[in-house]
């Protein structure tokens, strides 16, 4: 079974500041983990994700993340934040590699605000 | 079609009607999720559909909820006796599991329903 914890429902961070939303994920196989943006009244875009290789991950509009299998964590991070970054982001975790089954289960989100 | 496409955008429906939820997936993506996403509660599964395999509905709250998927592209979740709980975003994903690819694995979304029930 799967699980995605995101530490804190609300992130205000001021322009230009590092980003930083926190995911630990509790998984019994290999996860596959991802990261999505959704901005207001809009569906949700994969910004992304890790599935196997490099546990560094680079993603859209400056975001990255890093799968540590010691800590059971996959953090969000963007060295610099922008107005348009504000937004909810959601983390993801899927067992899919083994169990067969592709269903993802997403944390209750982090909404991001950009304080001027 | 380029995207994944839902319908109605916004429904507001009685308390104790039938309201039908439509989705039209990526043309090619053989998987489709359905998802609810409550104020404040994250994004729940409720059924997932892969090519002609048996649909997972471990998700579906109750029997008021149903989905179909006809010849493998278009979906429809069916929710009936509606109830004031129920009122929520509708979203709808597809996905290609290909082993290579920006794409693989993860997934589209459509922009979603809104069902208010009142």
């Known amino acids: 079974a799967q699980s995605v914890t995101q530490l804190g429902s609300h992130v205000s961070v001021s322009e230009g500041a590092l980003v930083l939303l926190r995911c630990n994920y509790s998984?019994?196989?290999?996860?596959?983990l991802f990261w999505y943006v959704q901005y207001p009244n809009q569906g949700l875009q994969l910004l992304l994700k890790?599935?196997?290789?490099?546990?560094l991950v680079k993603g859209i509009n400056g975001f990255e993340a890093e799968f540590k299998k010691s800590e059971t964590s996959f953090h969000l991070t963007k060295p610099s934040a922008h107005m348009s970054d504000a937004a909810e982001y959601f983390c993801a975790v899927s067992g899919a590699r083994t169990s067969g089954t592709y269903k993802y289960i997403f944390g209750t989100g982090t909404r991001l605000k950009v304080l001027a | 079609g380029a995207g994944v496409s839902q319908s109605p955008s916004n429904k507001v429906t009685e308390k104790g009607k039938d309201v039908e939820l439509r989705c039209d997936p990526i043309s090619g993506h053989t998987a489709l999720y359905w998802y609810r996403q409550s104020l404040g509660q994250g994004l729940e599964f409720l059924i997932y559909?892969?090519?002609?395999?048996?649909?997972?509905k471990s998700g579906l709250p109750s029997d008021r909820f149903s989905a179909e998927r006809t010849g493998g592209s278009v979906s429809t979740l069916t929710i009936q006796r509606t109830q004031q709980e129920d009122s929520a975003v509708y979203l709808c994903?597809?996905?290609?599991?290909?082993?290579?690819?920006?794409?693989?694995?993860?997934?589209?979304f459509g922009s979603g329903t809104r069902l208010t029930v009142v």
């Open positions: 890790y599935t196997t290789g490099a546990t």
């Open positions: 559909f892969q090519g002609n395999s048996a649909p997972d």
């Open positions: 998984s019994s196989v290999p996860p596959y």
């Open positions: 994903a597809s996905s290609t599991h290909l082993r290579t690819g920006p794409t693989n694995y993860g997934y589209t």
